[in-house]
Structure formats: structure tokens, C-alpha cells
């Protein structure tokens, strides 16, 4: 597509459960980037995807957040039993270089209720 | 410990004023800075960037200047304008390989 595309735009869901976030990188970008802003904070790294290189996770804040690339393309991001202080908006970007080029999606806003 | 500081929350300047918004760094690794302007609902957008071998870059109103020494990175905006009401976030880059940093932004209002 042209640019990154997430989804879903919002999600409220309870706290417990289990969420999934997804990104549609732009085509051809082989790099891939997670990020969060909690309110009043800036953008928190996440994860970064590289290629078909081990994935940077040095972010993730705790066990409970996964993510993957699958064919080197669309990635998820996985919050199992999500808390109240995981409401965010989550971002993703992609990118052709590192670290150059960044194209952001316009995030999944989650709500933990 | 934040790496890349953004220590002003907020700036209100007035529309034709100079916009300055100012970024502090603690990695004397980073060779590469950038801005980003963010929206409200919408991704960060990149707006410039910097070279650690390079002390200004300029872009139509965006002008970054760097000071390696000091560890400071500040983005003018001249002349200012009310579609230039966002948030602005300053990011840097170490090694290859690595994702950006960023700071917490600063929210810049622009009144006419």
C-alpha cells in the first residue's frame, strides 16, 4: 500500500484479556518498528524487526508483550492479560534503511478497561 | 534514563514569531537527529534532519542547527503559522542497526 497501515484504529477491551495489533508495512520496506505513547510520554520503543535478522525486543516492557513479522512483512503485536497501564496509542513504522525514512501508521489506540 | 530530553512540554508563539524548539542529549554515540511532527490522530510525520557532521541544516522554514559539544539540538521555525500547531518530537540514531529514540515531545501552538 502507500503507507503503513494499523489495525484497529481503537480498542477498548477489558483488563485481562488478550489483544492483538497489526501493521501493514509499506511494500518493500524491510524494516519495521513498534512504538507506544502513554499519555504525556513521548514515543517509547517497542521492537524493532530487521530483515530476516533476530528481531531487537530490547523494549518490550514485560513478558506479556510479543510480536512477530511473518513473511518478512505484516507484524503483530500480542498484549496477553492486558492491565490498566497498557492503554496507549501503539505506533508502528516501517522503513526502507536504518534508521532513515521513517514512515509512521497513524496507531491502534488501545484502552484497558 | 532518557536518553533524548525534551524539557519544555509546551511553547505558544505568536503567527510570523520564531518558533524554537530545543532537545537535549546524554549518548555522545548518536551521529543522526531528526524531527518529527505529530498530529492529533495521526502518525508522527518526519520533518528534518541532521548529521553529526554537520552543524545546520535548513528546509524552507525549518531550519536544525547542532552543537556536538553541548549536546543540543534546536529546531527554528520562521515565520511561524497556525498549521505548524503540533507536537514535535526530537529522535537520534547510535549504531546501524538501531532504532530511533525519541524525546517526549513538545506541544508547539501557534496563534494568529
Known amino acids: 500500500g502507500a503507507g503503513v497501515s494499523q489495525s ?42 530487521q530483515g530476516n ?3 531487537d525486543k530490547s523494549g518490550l516492557p514485560s513478558d506479556r508483550f510479543s510480536a512477530e513479522r511473518t513473511g518478512g512483512s505484516v507484524s503483530t503485536l500480542t498484549i496477553q492479560r492486558t492491565q490498566q497501564e497498557d492503554s496507549a496509542v501503539y505506533l508502528c513504522a516501517s522503513s526502507l534503511t536504518t534508521p532513515y525514512g521513517y514512515t509512521f501508521g497513524s496507531g491502534t489506540r488501545l484502552t484497558v478497561v | 534514563d532518557q536518553q533524548v530530553k525534551q524539557n519544555s512540554p509546551s511553547l505558544s508563539v505568536q503567527e510570523g514569531r520564531i518558533s524554537i524548539l530545543n532537545c537535549d542529549y546524554t549518548n555522545s554515540m548518536f551521529d543522526y537527529f531528526l524531527w518529527y511532527k505529530k498530529y492529533p490522530a495521526e502518525g508522527p510525520t518526519f520533518l528534518i534532519s541532521i548529521s553529526s557532521i554537520k552543524d545546520k541544516n535548513e528546509d524552507g522554514r525549518f531550519t536544525v542547527f547542532l552543537n556536538k559539544s553541548a549536546k543540543h539540538l534546536s529546531l527554528h521555525i520562521v515565520p511561524s503559522q497556525p498549521g505548524d500547531s503540533a507536537v514535535y518530537f526530537c529522535a537520534a540514531s547510535g549504531q546501524a542497526g538501531t532504532a530511533l529514540i525519541f524525546g517526549k515531545g513538545t506541544t508547539l501552538s501557534v496563534s494568529s
Open chain 1, 53 to 55: 535478522s533476530a528481531p
Open chain 1, 8 to 49: 484497529p484504529s481503537n480498542k477498548v477491551t477489558e483488563k485481562g484479556k488478550d489483544v492483538e495489533l497489526r501493521c501493514d508495512p509499506i511494500s518493500g520496506h524491510t524494516a519495521l518498528y513498534w512504538y507506544r505513547q502513554s499519555l504525556g510520554q513521548g514515543l517509547e520503543f517497542l521492537i524493532y524487526f
